[in-house]
């Protein structure tokens, strides 16, 4: 049987820095606040002149370095973002140009914070069942072009940022299972409540800004992925101990501590960047991945836990060895 094995890790971080301090001048706030309830030190922030499709782009050219592919290699280019470049073309088809591929299959998949999850379900799918042999799976977003700044409960959480990870087929063990799940019924608890085909005319204002009932997405966050992090290992029939590292999306250190805790890992065996990213919805799995595989943490042969809980609800859940 053939699996999809992650052959390259990539990530990218605009340059500009927005510490807790800066969010002090701006709203009513302050460092020790947002350290305690969220983990936050600070977060980077995409340059006016800077798009999702450029970012990911950065973080692309870097995860092929390091699987030693070339753009030529590609026949499936999936990014994962709800901060798209445009209504269309897709991110994907723009990321494609970038890299001078010609050809091959380039879409979005729009989950917010699951996104990447979802897109490596996606990936490792068409791998499997013999569709694509070389995978780029991309998470990038500008979430900071979605941010209202005089809102304290939700402009401290986000930052801009892009992970990428090249995707082969391999008689090794890569992807042992993914778990995708979604309730449309949570929609209003967290949301950009203009788009398209709705609310037009604010998003002509400039007034598409997130908005979230942080309590309650607190709540079922820590329930669900307690819940999918059980999913997984049961599908698979292993325990907690067999886990080597846990890459939570990074959303909240006290979301992270809860699920690390229910799965008994010690906090040395789990990937945190929440502090030094903020939350980066579709490219915080990929970064913190990169960044540990980068930093000579996680090593090849490890198992990996990553999970996600996001906008719409989503969440899922991806096992693999590295
Ligand atoms: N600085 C200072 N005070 C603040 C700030 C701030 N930045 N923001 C809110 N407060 C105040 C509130 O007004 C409130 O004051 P009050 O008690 O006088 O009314 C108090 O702090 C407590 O507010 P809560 O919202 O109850 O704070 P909580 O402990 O829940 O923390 C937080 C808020 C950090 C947003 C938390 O609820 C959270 O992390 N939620 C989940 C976020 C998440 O995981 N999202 C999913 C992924 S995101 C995506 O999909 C795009």
């Known amino acids: 049987m053939s699996y999809a094995r992650i052959t390259g890790t990539g990530s990218y ?158 008689e090794e063990p890569g992807i042992l299972s993914t778990h995708l799940h979604a309730d449309g019924n949570y929609e209003s608890l967290l949301t950009v409540n203009v788009g398209v085909s709705s609310n037009f005319d604010a998003l002509v204002r400039g007034e598409a800004y997130i908005h979230m009932k942080g309590n309650e997405v607190f709540r079922m966050a820590v329930n669900t992925l307690g819940r999918i992090v059980d999913e997984t290992l049961e599908a698979n029939h292993m325990t907690q101990a067999d886990v080597d590292w846990l890459i939570p999306h990074q959303a909240n250190i006290r979301i992270i501590n809860a699920t690390a805790r229910k799965l008994n890992m010690p906090p040395e065996r789990v990937v945190v960047t929440v502090d030094q990213h903020g939350n980066t919805s579709a490219a915080s799995v990929p970064m913190a991945l990169d960044v540990a595989v980068r930093d000579g943490r996680i090593q090849r042969g490890e198992t990996l836990l990553m999970e996600a809980f996001g906008g719409g609800f989503t969440w899922g859940s991806a096992l693999l060895k590295f």
């Open 13 to 170: 971080l605009p340059e500009k820095v927005l510490t807790n301090h800066d969010l002090e001048q701006m709203v009513e706030t302050n460092d020790q606040w947002i350290r305690e309830r969220t983990g936050i030190e600070k977060r980077h922030i995409a340059a006016d002149d800077q798009t999702t499709c450029d970012l990911a782009e950065q973080a692309a050219r870097r995860a092929l370095e390091a699987a030693g592919r070339s753009p030529d290699d590609i026949d499936l280019i999936i990014v994962a973002t709800t901060t798209p470049d445009r209504v269309f073309p897709s991110t994907a088809c723009l990321v494609q140009q970038r890299l001078d591929i010609h050809g091959c299959a380039a879409f979005d998949i729009q989950a917010v914070c699951t996104g990447f999850v979802y897109a490596l379900g996606v990936a490792d799918k068409f791998i499997r069942t013999g569709a694509a042999k070389c995978a780029l799976v991309i998470g990038a977003e500008t979430l900071s072009r979605i941010i209202d700044w005089t809102d304290r409960s939700t402009c401290v959480l986000f930052g801009d940022g892009a992970g990428a990870v090249i995707l082969e087929a391999s």
